[in-house]
């Protein structure tokens, strides 16, 4: 007799193969100036997300590239409050999954901003991973 295969899978394979949970990313390569290292300047419209009516998000990873000489950080903020920050060094860049992930309400406006040098400019690359669920 033949063993059965136990097939595993985590809850949000469950949720993508049966369709109740949708990948959305907020992707781009942004020009910045810099407002100060404790300043934060938001980068353009396109590196918002606002979770729809009916669903839910959460933000699993982050990766984003500094086309800088200077450290500057990144805020993820949910309507308009600080929730996450990612320090990039110099021309650097990293993929950050997110260990502690926080579920986000419908209507949560969630934005990724910029801190630098007064006066820095430059170009952030970045792709946000967000998992939309179904209500």
Known sequence: MKPEAIVTESLQQHLLRTGQATPRFVQGAFPFIGAGITERVALADEV????????????????????TESLIYLTLCANNRPVRYFPLG?????????????????????????????????????????LEFSL
């Open 48 to 67: 918002e997300y606002t979770v729809p009516e009916g669903h839910k998000a959460e933000v699993l990873y982050l990766r984003a590239g500094n086309h």
């Open 90 to 130: 110099k021309s650097e860049a990293m993929h950050i999954p997110l260990a502690i992930v926080e579920t986000h309400p419908a209507g949560t406006k969630l934005s990724l901003q910029v801190s630098a040098a007064r006066g820095e400019s430059g170009l952030v690359i970045v792709d946000l991973g967000l």
